[in-house]
């Protein structure tokens, strides 16, 4: 019993050191992602192979993108980091120092390879007749969307809201916030992730409409047919950059520099490119997307940048300690 | 001859009633939960649930389970023992301190527990620079894991023995000494054979509960597929990526685990009745 439990212990041990052997990397990246880079991954182990004869596994960890963020910061040892949105990554910079703060200037497009829109998911048929972010401050209905403070989907799904709102009250800053503040009230329950909000949804069947990255909604509504659920495109969404970088620190003292850059670069390559549009990302390459483009319904989109002055300003009104999602969320 | 007595009084409606009442609760919080998620997990039948479970990550995530709860319970054990004996045999200073610490761990929420890690061996933490430095990974590593396994394991065994040592007291021992056994001795041969249900509970419970740990190892894990996947961090994973045979197939998995640790207990109950009868535990 006790040479038993020895060799057990011993082959765990063997087993954990011969996963190690050849070139790892870790991608620590947000909720959505995982059957995209789960393909990438794939993809890019063959090409690299082809081209350097050295084989690599990618390694990926996924969970909030403010978690995964503070994962990092706290020593999760990321040699790349690919998150829902770029203050995240700031935040690694600027309380980890683990890569310079200009780091989005060093890849094509702003380190943003891929980018996706905010939608609405509703039931089958629509029976809550929900077409636009106005129907969402609707007493009664019930709104599904995860926590802003550790979800980077939200911060995007409440930018999205409160551009509509500030465009459609012209920039009345009171019913701007009466209207989020209406929102708000109707949600019954913060997840910590988008992938656990679009489960509540869509498995446990709780809420009317969930407000969900474009990709998040045409993948759920795929893998789960049987689930019921259908697609509404508002009339004015945020365009949403998910951006990626090299965590320089950690990859220099892995020695997977230049492998990990090869890697984000791959992003934009068009095979890159195409496995994004397959799960749903639109792509940035204008021939890839023309080819999926019957699957990206139009949308008008205003930017991070245009609309809030980029995300550090975005994230110190909206969501820092006492910014409006403190002040709108109702007390219960 | 006297009449034979009934052993109890209560109507014989009531009996049937609070049996029907135990049974219903268990029914509805025990027996119909495990049932749905062995039926979930073969939902679409024997071969996809066979083939969730030799899944490589799902595998790694078996072996890790398996090593942070062979080197965790064996420490606890350790010190679950010495911190019993020393606090039922003997009177020192801070004894009641002690006691209290020792329950630290049931009292604490697991993400305190986790996160207390987190705050000593973060690269934030107080000793993360160093260890960064020296390229030595605690957390978001194994070792993080099993640390934070054995700060919520750790009362298991000492709170299963202490009162069990402080109800047989000291006499037994105090007997061997005077008789000329030497230390050792007399904890092999008077302390250990009075104990050794006690201990079996508190090993028994401190596995289950070393495999079954979410809250605290979740915190300290970084969430590396098929690198620092505990079986419970596996479940959650797999249902989040939408593959829910998987995800139950493997929480059955972990259910069976708890089962086959509670039919062992029986088990040995079972087989040393009468000495277990002999005793009073």
């Known amino acids: 019993m006790r040479r038993a439990l020895f060799s057990l ?31 990438i991954n794939q993809a890019f182990a063959a090409a690299w192979k082809a081209k350097t004869g050295e084989s690599v596994t990618i390694n990926q960890s996924h969970g909030g993108s403010g978690k995964q963020a503070r994962s990092v910061i706290d020593g999760l040892e990321a040699d790349v ?40 998911l509703v039931r089958t048929g ?12 609707r007493p009664g209905l019930q709104v599904i969307t995860p926590n802003p403070k550790t979800s980077g989907g939200a911060r995007w799904n409440y930018l999205a809201a409160w551009g509509w709102a500030e465009r459609t009250y012209r920039g009345d800053a009171a019913k701007v916030r009466d209207y989020i503040a209406a929102v708000l009230k109707n949600v019954p329950v913060f997840d910590s992730g988008a992938r656990g909000s679009t489960n509540t949804f869509v498995q446990r069947r709780i809420g009317d409409v969930l407000l969900a990255w474009e990709n998040e909604a045409l993948l759920s509504s795929r893998e789960l047919a049987e689930a019921g659920v259908e697609i509404v495109v508002p009339s004015v969404s945020i365009l949403a950059e998910p951006p990626v ?13 230049a492998v990990a850059e090869a890697y984000l670069r791959f992003l934009s390559t068009p095979e890159g490119q195409d496995i994004a549009a397959r799960n749903f990302y639109r792509p940035r390459d204008p021939a890839v997307a023309k080819r999926f483009a019957a699957q990206f319904p139009p949308v008008a989109t205003f930017t991070i940048d245009d609309a809030f002055g980029g995300w550090r300003q975005a994230q110190k009104l909206h969501f820092d300690d006492g910014g409006s999602f403190d002040q709108l ?4 | 001859m006297p009449p034979h007595r009934r052993p109890v009084t209560e109507p014989r409606w009531m009996r049937v009633t609070l049996c029907l009442l135990a049974l219903g609760f268990l029914t509805l919080f025990l027996a119909l939960p495990l049932a749905a998620v062995l039926g979930q997990a073969l939902a679409r039948g024997v071969e996809p649930f066979a083939a969730a479970l030799v899944t490589p990550d799902t595998m790694a995530a078996i072996r890790l389970t398996l090593l942070t709860a062979a080197i965790a319970v064996p420490l606890n054990l350790v010190f679950g023992l010495a911190a019993a004996w020393a606090i039922a045999k003997f009177r020192f200073p801070l004894r009641g301190l002690l006691v209290t610490l020792i329950d630290l761990p049931f009292s604490v929420s697991p993400v305190v527990s986790g996160l207390i890690y987190v705050l000593m061996f973060g690269l934030q933490g107080w000793l993360g620079p160093t260890l960064a430095a020296h390229g030595i990974k605690i957390i978001f590593a194994v070792p993080g894991i099993v640390l934070a396994t054995i700060f919520v394991t750790l009362p298991f065994v000492a709170r299963e023995l202490i009162p069990l040592m402080e109800a047989q007291g000291r006499e037994e021992e105090e007997a061997a000494i005077v008789l000329g056994a030497g230390g050792w001795r007399t904890f092999l041969l008077v302390t250990l054979p009075n104990i050794k249900w006690g201990l079996l509970y508190g090993v028994l419970l401190c596995n289950a509960r070393a495999m079954g740990e979410f809250g605290a190892v979740s915190v ?25 045979v998987g995800a139950f197939a493997v929480a059955s998995l972990l ?27």
């Open chain 1, 9 to 39: 212990v011993l082959a765990g041990l063997l087993t954990a050191g011969a996963a190690r052997a050849d070139t790892t990397l870790l991608n620590v990246s947000y909720d959505p992602t995982r059957e995209f880079y789960r393909a």
């Open chain 1, 81 to 120: 980091v690919t998150l829902a949105l770029a203050y995240d990554i700031d935040a690694i910079a600027d309380h980890a120092r683990l890569l310079p703060s200009d780091w989005q200037a060093r890849l094509p497009d702003r380190s943003t390879p891929y980018t996706s829109t905010i939608v609405f």
């Open chain 1, 126 to 137: 629509n029976p809550k007749r929900i077409t636009d972010w106005g129907d969402l401050a």
């Open chain 1, 245 to 257: 970088a090299v965590v320089d620190t950690v990859a220099a003292r892995h020695g997977t520099t």
């Open chain 1, 329 to 332: 969320q109702p007390k219960r």
């Open chain 2, 220 to 244: 300290v894990s970084g969430h590396i597929r098929g690198m620092t996947t505990t079986i419970p961090l596996h479940v959650e994973i797999l249902y989040n990526e939408y593959d829910f």
């Open chain 2, 255 to 281: 259910a069976l685990l708890a089962l086959v640790t509670l039919a062992a207990k029986t088990f040995l109950e079972w087989v040393h009745r009468d000495e277990l009868a002999a005793h009073t535990r």
